[in-house]
């Protein structure tokens, strides 16, 4: 369960994230969406402990994100915008070292990464090195590795960004998987129709600010229109895209 | 600090499989050791032809008893002299040649200074070199002649010297070695400390930045210290691995130098250079920590080691061009205190183990404090973000 409560965060004259709050429930899918440069990564960081908020605070199951950052932080399980594996090193290495950092013991680690391997079907390219991976290939490491610990509140910025129909599918029925098992998972996408498959619950973001929440049909609801996509148009506002 | 361990882990297994840079490593290494190799060889070449040369005289016949003289000096073969000593010269086909003017016995005769000449080129070490020795032959030539005519006019010799000047070196000839000839090894040592660590800490730290991946490090709730304290560990391996390395070059070149510089250091001294350079190779890589923290890629990491690459020559120069007076303050200030106490160790002088065990504390708690630093820094917002 994590709590947004009016976060704020600036960047010199630019205001990245003006006046967001929401929450995202355990055992329920809620999708941030909002065009390019609404905020969203700048939000995720912040919620994660990257980034101090100038304003508002974030609760993860009740741990203060600001307070207690590594604590809030052993209920997350985050994988960042930045989607970055290290070249060196296999994938199973990728993950066998977040796992270690997180102080996972080494025959549940391996157990989880057998278990990843099958689930992600990744066996064929696992256990060479990252440098030469495919986009869908680095994804679903990426995926393994920020869900190595099993957390209880699962962060995705934009997850299936850039990856081919099989993958796409592959990381929904993962996003599913981990709602049916009670988390938290909250993510973040540009993409109308990711959101309005997946999610239990929509929060629109523009401009910094939270435009509409709900679920698809209050939002449908709300912005007056019968197409989800319709809505988000009409609630972002036009060409929104500073970028 | 568990998971420093595993981070150290890690970035280790990084480092060895990031080949090119290692093998960078390895060859910047072994290059000094061969230049000096082969330098030395050099210089023992002019001792060599020093100590057998050959003399061609131009105008022997001008001076029967100077030339028969110079036939006695042990290591010296007086031949003829080519047609034209100048171009014979020029040409390298001699490395110098005395020419005895005509008027030579007449002037000897009469009293008046004898001319000779000497042709050389200065501009060859073994020209410039035969040339002194010559030079000094044929000085101490002309004082056994004077002495011969004093005492040939009953005046003592002695009258013409009235000072006898006796030098009492203090400085002992050891000493002086590993001041001068040896001046090298701190100073390659000191630069395999100061750079051994080098491409670790820019690959672990600006590189992590510059992949990104520094994002997804950050949320494993683990505290920025434990982070640096891991790659810092890592790079130090790796110094004071290549400053062992060092350690063991210097021996091989010691034992395989030509030219016998008459210094052996013992094991113990050995044991020694490495307890002094050690604390300084931790010390060095904290400072390249910093400095990859502060880069956005590992290119500027690798500018920003540009920028202080001079501070391991300023103890060498400062050494060799005599700007410090070595005292007690000295042995404390890192690099500079390093270099002065591996070149005692080298002169065959005992270190006080207080300062060695200070000095090393200095080092180490300057590590400290810079790790601390970089800590701050690593996570500090401006720097994970601004890319």
Redesign the interface.
């Known amino acids: 369960m994590i709590l947004v409560s009016g976060l704020r965060k600036t960047f010199g004259e630019v205001v990245a994230v003006g006046d967001v709050s929401f929450a995202a429930e355990d055992g329920a899918i809620t999708g941030l969406l909002g065009p390019n440069g609404a905020g969203k990564s700048t939000t995720l ?1 912040m919620l ?5 908020p100038e304003a508002g605070e974030v609760a993860v199951d009740g741990v203060d994100v600001q307070q207690d ?3 809030a ?2 209920r ?1 399980g ?12 296999t994938g199973r ?1 990728n993950i066998r ?2 796992a ?4 996972i013991p080494a025959d549940v680690t391996e157990g989880r990464l057998d278990e990843f391997v099958r689930l992600l079907e990744m066996a064929d390219f696992v256990d060479r090195r990252a440098k030469g991976y495919s986009h869908g290939e680095r994804s679903r490491v ?1 995926l393994a ?2 869900l190595i610990h099993e957390p209880r509140n699962v962060l995705l910025d934009e997850p299936t960004n850039g990856l081919d129909v099989m993958s796409t599918r592959r990381m929904r029925d993962l996003i599913r998987e981990l709602r049916d098992r009670g988390c938290a998972v909250l993510f973040s996408s540009h993409i109308m129709q990711e959101v309005s498959l997946l999610c239990d619950h929509i929060v629109i973001v523009a401009a910094g600010r939270v435009v509409a929440a709900g679920s698809p049909g209050a939002i449908r609801e709300a912005a007056g229109c019968e197409d989800l996509e319709d809505a988000f148009v009409r609630l972002t506002g036009p060409a929104e895209e500073p970028a | 600090m ?2 420093a361990a ?2 150290f882990r ?1 970035e280790l ?2 480092g060895l ?2 080949r090119r840079a290692f093998i960078a490593v390895l060859v910047s290494i072994s290059i000094f050791p061969i230049v000096m190799l082969v330098m030395g060889r050099f210089a023992e070449g002019i001792q060599d032809e020093l100590r057998n040369m050959e003399l061609p005289v131009a105008g022997q016949e001008n001076a029967p008893a100077l030339v028969e003289w110079l036939a006695q000096q042990p290591g010296l073969e007086v031949t003829p002299a080519p047609e034209d000593p100048e171009s014979a010269v020029r040409d390298r086909e001699a490395d110098l040649v005395l020419r005895i003017p005509a008027d030579y016995q007449e002037r000897f005769a009469e009293g008046r200074p004898a001319e000779l000449e000497l042709v050389a080129d200065s501009s060859r070490t073994a020209g410039g070199a035969k040339a002194g020795r010559v030079t000094r032959l044929l000085e101490s030539y002309g004082q056994e002649v004077a002495a011969l005519r004093l005492v040939s006019r009953g005046i003592s010799p002695m009258l013409i010297r009235p000072v006898a000047v006796e030098r009492a070196e203090v400085f002992s000839s050891r000493r002086r070695t590993a001041f001068s000839a040896l001046g090298f090894i701190p100073f390659f040592l000191l630069m395999n400390a100061f750079f051994g660590g080098m491409q670790i800490a820019s690959d672990a730290i600006a590189g992590e930045r510059e ?3 520094i ?9 920025a210290r434990f982070l640096i304290l891991g790659k810092w560990a890592a790079a130090a391996v790796f110094a004071v691995f290549l400053t062992l390395l060092g350690i063991g070059t210097c021996i091989l070149v010691l034992r395989f130098m030509p030219g016998a510089l008459n210094i052996s250091p013992s094991v113990t001294d050995w044991g020694l250079v490495a307890l002094i350079a050690i604390p300084l190779a931790l010390f060095c890589s904290a400072i390249q920590v910093v400095l990859s923290t502060y880069a956005k890629s590992y290119k500027e990491a690798q500018t920003y080691f540009g920028y202080v690459a001079f501070l391991p020559m300023i103890p060498f120069f400062a050494v060799t061009f005599n700007w410090v007076e070595q005292g007690t303050w000295t042995a404390f200030i890192p690099i500079l205190g390093q270099h002065l106490m591996i070149l005692n160790v080298m002169a065959g002088e005992a270190v006080a183990a207080w300062e060695l065990a200070l000095a090393g504390l200095i080092a180490l708690g300057a590590a400290a404090a810079l790790l601390r630093f970089a800590s701050g820094l690593f ?1 500090r ?1 401006s720097v ?2 601004v890319r």
């Open positions: 960081r994660y402990g990257l980034m101090a950052t590594m604590a932080q052993e997350i985050a994988l960042p915008d930045t989607h970055a594996l290290y070249p060196r090193l290495e070292y977040f270690r950092l997180r102080g990426l590795r920020a | 568990r998971s595993v981070v890690k297994l990084d499989r990031d992949r990104g991946s994002e997804a490090l950050l949320l494993n709730a683990v505290p996570v917002e994970v973000f």
